[in-house]
């Protein structure tokens, strides 16, 4: 494999790199850092209609043995490999044990426009999302349910910050998603593209099973998560078609986002798949 041609931090290109760890120069550039296998994995297969998303690659040479075929999907992709010293991984990776693998990755998102065009059946609008791992956490969840596309409203956190995408855990790949649009707008573009908008709250006047009994679920829907500490705000629930809770059948006080948003998510998927509606 050969030793590592970059072995310092002070190298231009491990100093670019660095910088997207920084929301203004992530804007800037228009690119973001995925690290990891599986996410760098997913990277490298991705396309969208501006080319390959994977653009850089740096790699140790234990890891670059270790996944051959990751660097190899790499190369395919067009992506610039750079072997590196272990020393400059750490500097780049924004993780406290890195794994020898970080990607380079041009912005995915697309226009909310497009999103409401292809008529989505289940959607995710994270509305007032403001912790990093939570938001990656529920697009992972809205990925494993099947959904078409995920919202991040202009209250949330960024899309592309390390934490979030490293929960995602390579989902930022697999589906839609839009980011900055306000709730307001995005509730309403829902409503009009004929999708039932439900406000995921603790304190909500209806209750998911009744939902699921009574057949709401099977249609078109939008689910707006809010804030983990304060939930939603009453302006964003009031948008909502409905305002609903998962029942809490134990002595639990309460659930945290990223479960709730996968048992809402499921609960739709699995209406929308039996096509429980009456």
């Known amino acids: 494999m050969g030793a590592p041609e970059l072995i310092s931090p002070r190298s231009p290109r491990v100093s670019a790199a660095r910088r997207l760890a920084k929301r203004n120069f992530r804007g800037k550039e ?24 994977l653009v850089e690659l740096f790699t140790t ?11 190899g999907a ?14 400059v991984i750490a500097d780049i990776s924004t993780t406290v044990t890195p794994q020898g693998l970080v990607g380079v990755c041009r912005f995915l998102d697309q226009p909310f ?31 494993a349910a099947g959904a078409d596309a995920v919202v991040f409203t202009d209250a949330s ?7 979030a995408v490293r929960a995602s855990v390579g989902s930022h790949f697999h589906l839609p998603v839009a980011v900055g649009v306000p709730v307001e707008e995005a509730v309403t573009g829902l409503r009009k593209a004929g999708v039932r908008v439900l406000a995921a709250d603790g304190a909500g006047d209806r209750d998911l099973d009744d939902e699921l009994d009574h057949g709401r679920l099977g249609t078109p829907t939008a ?22 809770r998962v029942p809490i059948h134990g002595r639990a006080e309460s659930l945290n986002l990223a479960t ?5 998510l499921y609960a ?5 798949r039996t096509g429980t509606t009456r």
Do not use: M
Not at 268 to 272: C, D, E, P, T, Y
């Open 268 to 272: 739709s998927a699995r209406a929308q």
């Open 157 to 163: 956190v960024d899309l592309y910050n390390p934490k």
């Open 61 to 71: 040479v234990e890891a670059a043995e270790r996944y051959a075929d990751i660097v």
């Open 113 to 143: 426009a497009e999103i409401l065009a292809a008529r989505p059946g289940l959607v995710a609008v994270l509305a007032h999302v403001r912790d990093p791992g939570n938001a990656g956490t529920v697009l992972r969840c809205a990925d």
């Open 74 to 87: 790499a190369r395919a992709a067009g992506a610039r490999v750079h072997l590196a010293d272990e020393a």
């Open 223 to 244: 689910w707006v998560f809010g804030n983990e500490a304060w939930g939603l705000p009453e302006e964003t629930r009031a948008l909502a078609d409905a305002v609903v």
């Open 260 to 264: 709730a948003a996968a048992v809402c």
């Open 30 to 53: 228009r690119l973001f850092l995925s690290e990891g296998p599986q996410a760098v994995r997913e990277a490298a297969g991705h396309r969208s209609s501006g080319g390959a998303t």
